[in-house]
Nanobody, 123 residues
């Protein structure tokens, strides 16, 4: 098992940047593919980005391509989501998740979740 704790959320103006971090417990972090999801009020949880266990393969939702990057540091058991040029529609609770599957894009394939961190983008 792995336990996940997100940090780095907050309030930012449109066009600004934030970097989210997700710290994982345990010594098996490098055996999991990792994903970032978000959920806005009244909407379903959606994938934002994911990264393979080696960090060599990444996936981004169309809505964030060119603005967000995902990275990981297996030595620090941490995955990051760098969010640039933020828009009001990026406002949501952001969750990191871990999976033994290979880069799934749906939440049901991620068994391990953090508690979430709020990102609010003002216009």
């Amino acid at each position: 098992q792995v336990q996940l704790v997100e940090s780095g959320g907050g309030l930012v103006q449109a066009g600004g940047s934030l970097r989210l971090s997700c710290a994982a417990s345990g010594r098996t972090f490098s055996t999991y593919d990792m994903g970032w999801f978000r959920q806005a009020p009244g909407k379903e949880r959606e994938i934002v980005a994911s990264i393979s266990r080696s960090g060599g393969i990444t996936y981004f939702a169309d809505s964030v391509k060119g603005r967000f990057t995902i990275s990981r540091d297996n030595a620090k058991n941490t995955v990051y989501l760098q969010m640039n040029n933020l828009k009001p529609e990026d406002t949501a609770v952001y969750y990191c998740a871990a999976t033994a599957y290979i880069l799934p894009t749906t939440s049901e394939h991620y068994p391990y979740w953090g508690q979430g961190t709020q990102v609010t983008v003002s216009s």
